[in-house]
């Protein structure tokens, strides 16, 4: 059993990650969290409390991090500001928590010598041509767009330079498009499933022909403990389920299993500096570590994720308004 010290927790992909740990493994799960606009204490609801226990607090209090890290076997780092469209309109949170809150950590494991995985994103590679053959690789050169991209950029160089540096015991994985339950609304695909419960139309950004690379949640855990239990130190995996969709082929998988009009979206203002396309080989990781995702059917995985929307309404409801108005303001 380890003691496993788990950034971000209350966030989408962290909360997947415990409720994963706790039922796959025997592993303890502390996790830290801020509980910014983005956490919810209760995307850990119904988990035992002798297995996971939690801490409200900042990844760049120096202090407690420290006393955090001494008491854990490995630490995993999810805590970010996660969101592009939030990262143009007000980039300093993303270097408080994603820069100086990385480097806290770093700080921690350096001086108490705890095993370190960092979980990123394949944003940091730019984006790809419609066309390209080409995937993102683990060699692919660092070509970031946006705020939020170049800080997790900046947070995975730091990962580098502490391993080579000073010998902390790191992984880093960078993972393309989740999607699953308790993901916050603000983002492509709760947005619009819920805008379809709440009889809103869904907006999708320019014409809607931007590639992601989508990924059920279960599977990015189960390759992140996969990396941590026969990960190489230093190395860095790609994690990605080969799941290239365009934006607008997905708005209409989502209206059609909501038995509505397959042309029942807006087409709205563009992000800035909008990339293109992501798309991820796993090959690393699926041959050299033996992982290999779960979810493989994307249609079936969106439809039980819009199941889960559809009940969990009390979860993401208090959320919604905000989250509009501040689309609204930008004309999306
Ligand atoms: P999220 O925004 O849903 O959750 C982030 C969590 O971090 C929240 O619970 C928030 O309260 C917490 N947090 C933020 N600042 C903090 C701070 N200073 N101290 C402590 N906690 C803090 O994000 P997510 O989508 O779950 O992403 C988690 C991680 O995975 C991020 O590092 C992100 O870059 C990475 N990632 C996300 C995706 C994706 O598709 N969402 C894909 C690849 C990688
Ligand atoms: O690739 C991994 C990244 O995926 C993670 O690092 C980020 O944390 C995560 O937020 C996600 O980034 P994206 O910017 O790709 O995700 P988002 O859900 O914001 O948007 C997905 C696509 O949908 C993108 O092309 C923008 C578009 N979009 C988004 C929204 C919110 C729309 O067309 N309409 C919308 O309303």
New binding site residues.
Partial sequence: MARLLVTGGAGFIGSNFAHHVVAHTDHHVTVLDKLTYAGNRASLDGLPEDRVAFVQGDIADAPLVEDLVADADAVVHYAAE????NSLHDPRPFLDTNIVGTYTLLEAVRKHDVRFHHIS???VYGDLELDDPQRFTESTPYNPSSP??ST?AGSDLLVRAWVRSFGVRATISN???NYGPYQHV????P??ITNVLRGIRP???GA?R?V?DWIHADDHSSAVLTILEKGRIGETYLIGADGERD?RSVVELILRLMGQPQDAYDLVTD?AG??LR?AIDSTKLRTELGWTPRYADFEKGLADTIDWYREHEAWWAPSKDATEAF?AEKG?
């Fill in positions: 996660s969101h592009n469209d994103t394949d944003e939020y991209s997790k993972c393309s498009n603000e983002k492509f695909i947005r619009q907006k999708l950004y809607g931007n992601r934006n992000r909008h990339d992501y689309y999306q």
